[in-house]
């Protein structure tokens, strides 16, 4: 591909992205609340009214309206914008790591599930089943067509053609990451009489374990769990919050790790 050809590529897959974005929005707000993701029309969270088709163009709208409802007044929320420029930079990322390749859409079907479980857990402390366990089947239907890494495949079924060792490891790896996890959470709420990790964390392993593999699953949960220790030891210290009783979005920190996992494979820290 000659570099301007691929500077359109590129130009068309992040205007993509930014539509995209603007339906993992909806994504975001309506899977918690239990809403069809297809009907009624965009609308207002505040005042209900429809939002029309210019008032909805990724970044522009949100940039001309100046963060206001045309019809309530009503601040928009800065997650918005922030959502369709993540998917487009996201987007974009995952077309020059991979290019045009099934991998390329394997990824970014990964990248966008992350995105609205990192928003909903964020905001709701809640990992959606539709897409923790929907994501599971979709990575174990990729796993069919686009080998999932890791060195049990070859050690356990030598002999076995390369889809049968993508799928041991991708059930490999969902089970070895969240076995441990559901195990650690079972003793917890047995010693202390409360939940200390949810299920839904549980199930984002599996997913996560299904798309990644053990080890680049283990370099997800890495990543996660040492920046969300940094950043939670931040933000309770600068809120002053109690520790024992507020509860971390600890599934949006392994989102967020997990994010860079597929796309770190060309400064050579992936196995992908």
Do not use: Q
């Not at 339906?23 to 009624?40: E, G, K, Q």
């Not at 549980?202 to 593999?213: A, D, N, P």
């Amino acid at each position: 591909m000659t570099p301007d050809l691929r500077i359109i590529y590129l130009a068309i897959v992040a205007v993509f992205g930014l539509l995209f974005g603007s339906f993992l929005n909806v994504c975001i707000y309506r899977t918690p609340r239990d809403l069809s993701i297809v009907a009624p029309r965009s609308f207002c969270p505040e005042c209900g009214a429809r939002i029309v088709w210019f008032d909805n163009i990724p970044l522009v709208s949100y940039a001309l309206l100046r963060a206001k409802c045309r019809s309530c007044g009503k601040a928009i929320g800065i997650r918005y914008p922030v959502v369709e420029l993540a998917t487009a930079v996201l987007f974009v990322a995952v077309a020059i790591e991979y290019g045009w390749t099934s991998g390329a859409l394997k990824w970014a079907v990964f990248e966008a599930i992350l995105l609205v479980l990192f928003w909903t857990d964020l905001e709701e402390r809640i990992l959606p089943d539709e897409l923790t366990l929907g994501g599971t089947a979709a990575g174990l239907i990729f796993a069919v067509f686009i080998l999932v890494p890791g060195v049990f495949g070859e050690l356990l079924l030598p002999g076995a053609g390369p889809v049968w060792r993508s799928l041991l490891n991708a059930a490999l790896g969902a089970g070895l990451l969240a076995g441990p996890l559901w195990l650690l959470g079972h003793a917890y709420a047995r010693v202390r009489k409360r939940e200390g990790i949810g299920l839904g964390d549980v199930k984002l392993l599996l997913f996560l374990g299904v798309f990644l593999g053990l080890e680049n699953g283990l370099l997800a949960v890495l990543i996660g769990a040492v920046g969300g220790s940094l950043i939670g030891a931040l933000y309770l210290w600068s809120t002053r919050k109690e520790a024992a009783t507020y509860e971390l979005p600890f599934g949006s920190f392994l989102c967020a790790g997990a994010a860079f996992v597929p796309l770190i494979e060309r400064i050579g820290l992936g196995v992908l």
